[in-house]
């Protein structure tokens, strides 16, 4: 939530839902240049009663935009359940309140995310506008480091554990004639990305103590303006 890269097209807010607003404007962008590109938002069940993501939703389905908006859903918004936030079971009927296409996916099924990811995707990249995407999720761990989640129910943090989508689609590759080495050999290649991403970051530089100033406040034009709109 605290990371921006314009060189992997990436944007965010530290504000909850407020990465949505800024993904409608790539769309809006990318629909004016004419391209192909598709902006997508993320945000969690807690954020889904949010202006920034109840504005975002009808600004693009007003305009059309190439633009998916996917709700990650995992029962609790930090410590508070789901159901106390809103009396939509299903998310993903948000969408009908701006006649725009709406798709729950239950469960941590990997699959069936990218099937519904594509089908949201290639809508937005033919012109046919956006798509609201709720996914069920498990969260489990807590919050933040350190969190005792002392207001969840044991059993709802194994009914988590048990419903990994890695052990399930590692089943079933297996089922679909996927052999342990190569299952093997796709995790090890995962763990090393994650490994050579954490020791590229380590090894970079810290930031120039000047640099806190940066793209703070505009410059002053060279003839600047006095408050009040008089010359200086």
Same mark, same amino acid.
């Given at each position: 939530?605290?990371?921006?890269?314009?060189?992997?097209?990436?944007?965010?807010?530290?504000?909850?839902?407020?990465?949505?607003?800024?993904?409608?404007?790539?769309?809006l962008a990318a629909k004016k240049r004419?391209?192909?590109?598709?902006?997508?938002?993320?945000?969690g069940e807690g954020a889904v009663d949010?202006?920034?993501?109840?504005?975002? /939703?009808?600004?693009?389905? !007003?305009?059309?935009?190439? =633009? %998916?908006? &996917?709700? #990650?859903?995992?029962?609790? $918004?930090?410590?508070?359940?789901?159901?106390?936030?809103?009396?939509?079971?299903?998310?993903?009927?948000?969408?009908?309140?701006?006649? /725009?296409?709406?798709?729950? !996916?239950?469960?941590?099924? =990997? %699959?069936? &995310?990218? #099937?519904?990811?594509?089908? $949201?995707?290639?809508?937005?990249?033919?012109?046919?506008?956006?798509?609201?995407?709720?996914?069920?999720?498990?969260?489990?761990?807590?919050?933040?480091?350190?969190d005792p989640e002392s207001y969840r129910?044991?059993?709802?943090? #194994?009914?988590?554990?048990?419903?990994?989508?890695?052990?399930?689609?590692?089943?079933?590759?297996?089922?679909?004639?996927?052999?342990?080495?190569?299952?093997?050999?796709?995790?090890?290649?995962?763990?090393?990305?994650?490994?050579?991403?954490?020791?590229?970051?380590?090894?970079?530089?810290?930031?120039?103590?000047?640099?806190?100033?940066?793209?703070?406040?505009?410059?002053?034009?060279?003839?600047?303006?006095?408050?009040?709109?008089?010359?200086?």
């Open positions: 939530m605290h990371l921006y890269d314009p060189d992997v097209n990436f944007a965010c807010s530290g504000i909850i839902a407020q990465g949505c607003p800024p993904a409608a404007g790539a769309a004419n391209t192909d590109d598709v902006a997508v938002a993320f945000l949010q202006g920034g993501f109840l504005e975002s /939703l009808n600004f693009a389905a !007003v305009h059309d935009l190439p =633009v %998916v908006f &996917v709700v #990650e859903d995992n029962d609790w $918004a930090i410590s508070m359940p789901q159901e106390r936030i809103t009396d939509v079971d299903n998310l993903a009927d948000r969408a009908d309140g701006f006649d /725009l296409p709406g798709r729950s !996916v239950e469960f941590d099924d =990997v %699959v069936a &995310v990218y #099937e519904a990811a594509e089908e $949201a995707v290639g809508r937005a990249r033919n012109g046919n506008g956006p798509t609201l995407l709720s996914v069920q999720v498990h969260r489990r761990m807590g919050h933040f480091m350190g129910p044991d059993a709802d943090v #194994e009914r988590a554990q048990e419903l990994d989508c890695i052990p399930s689609l590692e089943a079933d590759l297996a089922a679909a004639g996927v052999d342990d080495d190569d299952l093997e050999a796709i995790r090890e290649r995962a763990e090393q990305r994650v490994d050579d991403a954490i020791e590229w970051a380590k090894d970079q530089p810290q930031p120039d103590p000047e640099s806190t100033y940066e793209d703070v406040f505009t410059d002053p034009p060279e003839h600047g303006t006095a408050i009040g709109g008089g010359p200086e």
